[in-house]
């Protein structure tokens, strides 16, 4: 230090000992994020006020709230600005509210309503005023030397509270209680003008014909016009019925499938909203149905909650089923089996649409490491383990439920595995596995005789009768615990025994996995973050795919299944399978092209009829729907495709050279890359034993031809779509845009699948990581 110390100035010596020994302070502490620079807002500020009186409150055991607002120490993983890494602001306090403008306030206002920082859900000051265990969580009179209690962080522990149970039920009846129907409809960026309907006549149609976006416009044209008589004064087999066709499975659940499979570029790429908005924006809408109805006093059923608990689950939305759960409690509802299993999957698949939180469900010693965290990031909030973690919760709650004379079935177990195996308890798997089904892991693993592990026989009407969740849920556990051996057999097994067909789900669970356990993993970091774990053999890949296309399976393997296929033969050299399989794949694509054609044509002839006044067999709202999933599929699959190419290419470059690789790029590749010159870049580059060649696959003026043409489809695609407005998921296909000034309406489905899609990417190298841009509204190759 002192050598150090010497090389400098006087000047510079103070400023470097201010620097290195000034105590817990960092740099940079004014640091504000780019999101909220545009505001001025401190972004990352923290104060105690910041988590007061949110449902969070209720989530975690006192185990999360040590060290909140405690300064250093080693475990200490502070962000400047004074918030600690990965803790979510769930709400924020902005040192600058006197400043801001007052559309500044509105915009902050709108971003929390959508992420459920809602005044519902909000009660400031509820937990201060019945003195309760549960305080707000900050760490204001809290004892860090005492020791945590296991019995406090028993979660149904908390709804037992009568205090905390009083307090918080009390302000969300007065939030619910307005006089009002106004008060329910929040202005957003949705077409008011869709309101304008005659809701008492219309939601009676609306409803026989299963309309989602329909209803939710009569529902909120009542409430903008302030009838909540109207909205009272409905049956309740009328409102139950609302509360069905607005579930999440006839809306979103396709939307949500179809994203899971993509990451966050990927999804940016293909233009989709995030999951994390669609789901919010659906939960607020149901919620405020919901306060709408239960306004002066007025009790929902059992069978409205448990609609409403189920969507909970569809939505990955821990938090509603929280606050639904508690209504339900106030509301003298005694729950079912039913409604508990839906509230324990609300907790094991809460945000189960995080694609970050997906790809870190490996029980690895990293991944363990940072969800026993006090404030894990994005990609481990999902859930945490250990004391007040996943499997303590559920498993609180999965006790109630036999105290209270309700029976477990095969979901009930299902959930207790699910909840356990993240956790990595494999002991209670196997345990619940044994005990329910007769089926001895340790035995069937060990080489026993099929005969002596025999299953428990069951009647086929038994609420414990496996059906295909079975399997899935037995893929998916072993699976993350790294064991896909013991997976496949345990399925075939059961499989056999109980004869059930395997589903297309469990066995993409099954390859997924399979390919990420034998996915190459080298450096430092793999040998000490657990990654190794579980290793299989490159050619595992290979093996399981031809055992479940051939017989007695003969599984249809999805676009998902060839692109991990795909990339473990790059990882193995294997070109020219490489090529065979991504012209297998093609042909995947090409039928998603045809069933996006074919949902259009039926929208266009749906809209054409109802201009002439002909009945319809399927609302417009259906068509559009239908035709929504269709093109996010569609779309996914050319993203593959193009991901594909870029492997092929490759794998002719440098260190990547195969040796299988000349013969393809020698004299074959010219042809392949003509068939495949709608997911090229312009000019492509590979390399040959003798030097490199160059191909241009588009030229300037095709380019520029095919962009004003493509630009003129958008155009008229807009005119359609504008016959079909939504009130609900209207921008979902976030490439869309509003249409400019155009009469014309499109001739034909052809005419729009005519414009060819050139990716205009130069690029001297392959190699070069220079995204290809999925072109979001290209509606054919």
């Given at each position: ?44 500020g923290y104060s105690d006020e910041s988590f007061r009186g949110t449902v969070s409150d209720y989530i975690f055991p006192p185990a999360r709230e040590e060290r909140r607002d405690g300064g250093g120490g080693p475990g200490d993983s502070r962000e400047s600005g004074g918030r600690l890494r ?696």
């Amino acid at each position: 230090m002192t050598t150090f110390l010497a090389r400098l100035g006087q000047l510079e010596t103070r400023t470097a000992l201010g620097t290195i020994w000034r105590p817990k302070k960092r740099r940079r502490e004014e640091w504000i994020c780019r999101r909220c620079h545009g505001r001025q807002v401190q972004g990352r500020g923290y104060s105690d006020e910041s988590f007061r009186g949110t449902v969070s409150d209720y989530i975690f055991p006192p185990a999360r709230e040590e060290r909140r607002d405690g300064g250093g120490g080693p475990g200490d993983s502070r962000e400047s600005g004074g918030r600690l890494r990965g803790t979510p602001q769930l709400a924020r306090r902005n040192p600058f509210a006197e400043e801001m403008e007052p559309e500044d306030r509105e915009e902050m206002e709108r971003e929390d309503y959508m992420y459920g920082l809602r005044k519902p859900l909000d009660v400031p000051g509820a937990h201060a005023r019945n003195g309760s265990q549960w305080p707000t969580r900050t760490t204001q009179d809290v004892d860090f030397t005492a020791p945590h209690e296991s019995s406090q962080s028993m979660l149904w522990e908390r709804f037992q509270d009568t205090d905390v149970e009083d307090a918080q039920l009390a302000a969300e009846v007065e939030s619910s209680s307005s006089e009002h129907a106004r008060d329910y409809f929040h202005e957003s960026g949705r077409d008011a003008s869709l309101l304008n309907v005659d809701y008492a006549t219309t939601l009676p149609q609306a409803l026989a014909r299963g309309e989602t976006d329909l209803t939710a416009r009569c529902m909120f044209a009542a409430a903008k016009v302030d009838d909540m008589d109207f909205i009272r004064g409905l049956s309740d087999r009328a409102f139950t019925q609302v509360l069905t066709v607005l579930e999440p499975a006839n809306v979103i659940s396709r939307f949500a499938t179809a994203n899971l499979n993509m990451n966050e570029a990927t999804r940016n790429l293909v233009g989709t909203a995030p999951m994390d908005r669609v789901a919010a924006e659906y939960s607020h809408l149901v919620s405020d149905l919901v306060a709408m109805r239960r306004s002066r006093g007025f009790r929902l059923p059992l069978s409205d909650y448990a609609v409403l608990l189920r969507g909970a689950r569809d939505l990955g939305n821990r938090k509603l089923s929280e606050s639904l759960w508690r209504r339900m409690q106030h509301d003298s509802c005694v729950p079912t089996t039913e409604c508990y299993n839906y509230y324990m999957a609300a907790r094991v698949f809460h945000e189960y649409h995080n694609s970050a939180g997906n790809h870190k469900l490996r029980v690895i010693p990293h991944n363990m490491s940072a969800r026993t965290t006090n404030n894990p990031n994005a990609a481990y909030r999902t859930f945490r383990i250990g004391t007040g973690g996943l499997n303590e919760q559920v498993m609180a709650i999965f006790r109630e439920m036999l105290s209270n004379g309700a029976t477990a079935d095969e979901e009930s177990f299902r959930i207790v595995i699910t909840a356990a195996a993240r956790e990595g308890d494999m002991v209670s798997v196997k345990s619940v596995l044994r005990k329910v089904w007769n089926l001895d892991v340790d035995a069937v693993l060990g080489s026993a005789a099929e005969a002596d592990t025999a299953l428990k026989q069951l009647p086929m009407d038994s609420p414990l009768f496996p059906t295909d969740k079975l399997l899935s849920t037995i893929a998916h556990a072993f699976a993350i615990n790294n064991d896909i051996p013991a997976a496949l057999r345990l399925v075939d097994l059961v499989a056999r025994h109980y004869d059930i067909t395997i589903s297309e789900e469990t066995w993409g669970q099954l390859f997924e996995w399979t390919s990420v356990l034998a996915s190459p993993r080298t450096g430092v970091k793999a040998a000490s973050d657990g990654t190794k774990t579980g290793q299989l053999p490159l050619q595992s890949v290979m093996s399981l795919w031809q055992t479940m296309t051939a017989a007695p399976y003969h599984i249809q393997p999805t676009m998902g299944m060839y692109d991990h296929l795909i990339k473990n033969l790059f990882y193995r050299g294997m070109t020219p399978t490489v090529i065979e399989k991504m012209e297998e794949g093609r042909f995947l694509f090409d039928q998603s092209v045809d069933d996006a054609r074919q949902r259009w044509r039926q929208l266009t002839h749906g809209i054409a009829r109802h201009r002439r006044g002909d009945s319809l067999e399927q609302s417009l709202e259906s068509l559009r729907r239908e035709w929504e999933y269709a093109e996010v599929r569609r779309k996914r699959s050319r993203f593959w495709c193009q991901r594909w190419l870029r492997l092929l290419l490759g794998s002719s470059q440098g260190p990547s050279r195969f040796v299988d690789a000349d013969s393809v790029f020698h004299s074959d590749f010219p042809r392949l890359l003509w068939s495949w010159r709608f997911f090229a870049p312009k000019t492509v580059f590979y390399e040959i034993s003798t030097g490199m060649v160059e191909l241009s696959v588009w030229s300037e003026e095709g380019i520029d031809r095919w962009k004003e043409k493509r630009e003129d489809l958008k155009i008229e695609r807009e005119c359609w779509l504008g016959e079909v407005p939504m009130y609900i998921g209207d921008e979902w296909l976030t490439s869309r845009r509003a249409p400019r000034d155009a009469t014309t309406p499109v001739e034909s489905w052809e005419d729009i699948a005519s414009g060819d899609n050139p990716v205009k990417q130069d690029r001297a190298h392959p190699k070069r990581v220079e995204r290809v841009e999925a072109e979001a509204d290209e509606l054919d190759h």
